[in-house]
């Protein structure tokens, strides 16, 4: 390809209009934009959706290496880049500004139920849910080489271990204080880098193996089944397809008439689309309402956003015409994305 006939008289052509940009600009001698430390001008690759870097996919999570996003990161694109971050509004960021081309974000858990912050940031940032992943976690104690169950007099982790293995660590007779921190693999990597003794961090056992701790027990989380699922975000939404299960996040407000939940979650049934979640937040903007009720003076409403994945794509002309009828009930309506189901069995995987 590259010593064609074509690609010659091509790389001839662009040589001839370089030079003759040199001339007009003023410079006496041939050079190449690199040679004069201009900058790269954009070309139409800089604007691809995916990847950036390379042919590497850069995923970026919250958390540590050994962090379960970096899991779900790797579940989802297996020969991705895994970029670690400190929050979550930094890997939003990182997506926008195209330091990393994918983002993972956790948004429920089968013992926790929805994480709402990350609802909130979904609505905030305007990334797109470009797929999802279902992952088991399968939390371990783990504590620096040598330390025992009876050394402990602390537990850390991210909230939501916390809350998956509560009364997993009372059965351990672990009745010790709890402590929130940012991440899993987080809490493991800081008792390990200050040698904390009577601390134990909840984390997966590739925590344990990466900052090279001693897993005290194993399988820790309340229910065996313990799956948290992740959405995968990016600055483009995908093209729906029909001929795969795929699923739709929505967002919206609803009009203030009397009964327009109902009618928006009959759109859907009327076209016999299965909802699959519903979740409401209340709106940060206006998070009151104040009505007049004829019996007793006023009333205060709290206001709320919706969030409803349904199983359909917006390929399918039944969503595209549930989704027209909820334009005439609702005040506000956002697609979050529309995207392949997670259909992989969960039974029988690895723990993590
Ligand atoms: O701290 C981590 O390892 C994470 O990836 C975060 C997170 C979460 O936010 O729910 C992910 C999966 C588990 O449910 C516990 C924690």
Avoid at 158 to 163: F, G, R, S
Wanted: charged share 20%.
């Amino acid at each position: 390809m590259e010593n064609s006939g074509d690609g010659q008289q091509q790389q001839q052509q662009d040589l001839a209009e370089r030079a003759y940009l040199v001339q007009v600009n003023g410079y006496d001698s041939l050079a190449t934009p690199k040679d004069l430390n201009l900058p790269r001008p954009l070309s139409i690759s800089d604007f691809a959706p995916a990847p950036m870097h390379g042919s590497t996919l850069r995923v970026a999570y919250q958390g540590v290496p050994g962090a379960y996003s970096e899991a779900a990161a790797c579940k989802a694109y297996p020969e991705c880049e895994p970029v670690p971050c400190e929050q979550f509004e930094a890997a939003f960021q990182a997506v926008e500004l195209w330091l990393a081309d994918r983002a993972v974000l956790p948004v429920e858990n089968s013992l926790g139920g929805s994480i709402h912050r990350n609802y909130d940031l979904l609505l905030r940032h305007r990334l797109h849910i470009v797929g999802e992943v279902q992952l088991p976690v399968h939390h371990c104690l783990l504590a620096m080489p040598g330390v025992s169950k009876a050394d402990l007099r602390r537990v850390i982790s991210h909230p939501q271990a916390l809350a998956q293995c509560e009364h997993t660590l009372t059965r351990l007779g672990l009745s010790v204080a709890r402590e929130a921190v940012d991440d899993t693999a987080g809490a493991a990597q800081f008792i390990a880098e200050n040698n904390l003794r009577d601390t134990a961090a909840i984390a997966s056992n590739r925590a344990a193996e990466i900052y090279g701790m001693n897993i005290l027990a194993n399988g820790i989380q309340d229910d065996a089944g313990n799956v948290t699922r992740f959405v995968m975000l990016a600055r483009e939404p995908i093209i729906p397809r029909v001929d795969r299960p795929f699923k739709t996040s929505i967002v919206f407000a609803k009009e203030e008439a009397t009964g327009s939940l109902f009618k928006v979650l009959s759109a859907f049934a009327f076209r016999d689309i299965n909802l699959t979640k519903i979740e409401s937040r209340p709106q940060r903007k206006k998070p009151l309402r104040i009505v007049d009720d004829n019996n007793s003076g006023k009333s205060q409403y709290f206001e709320y956003l919706f969030y409803i994945d349904f199983e359909a794509s917006m390929a399918d002309k039944r969503a595209q015409n549930a989704l027209a009828e909820l334009q005439e009930f609702t005040s506000f309506l956002r697609v979050l994305g529309s995207y392949p189901m997670d259909v992989t069995p969960l039974v029988g995987s690895p723990p993590l």
